[in-house]
């Protein structure tokens, strides 16, 4: 999914801005633990999480859009624990 792709940029500009996970967390406004999920993979962030992080990194905007038009098929922090 194209969520994957819009994580990688977005560990890639925390990497290049010296930014901590939980820095990251509090700028989006989701938990450090939803951060770390989404950079080890384990998952992916849902409509919110996308929304919160183009409002947050507009340069991640286009990859965000795109990755919103995509239907879901992978696990969501969205949809975690809810069955």
């Known amino acids: ?5 819009v994580v ?6 925390m990497w290049e801005q010296r930014m901590r996970q939980s820095q990251a967390a509090r ?3 989701v938990s450090q633990q ?8 384990v998952t992916a962030p849902g409509y919110r999480g ?3 992080i ?3 990194f507009p340069e991640l905007r286009g990859l965000v859009e795109q990755a919103i038009m995509e239907p879901l ?8 624990g809810h069955a």
């Open 54 to 56: 183009a409002e947050t």
């Open 50 to 52: 996308l929304v919160l």
């Open 8 to 13: 990688r940029e977005l560990s890639r500009l």
């Open 34 to 41: 939803t951060v770390s999920k989404w950079m080890r993979g």
């Open 73 to 80: 098929d992978e696990p969501s922090s969205d949809q975690q």
């Open 27 to 29: 700028l989006i406004g």
């Open 1 to 5: 999914m194209k969520s994957a792709a």
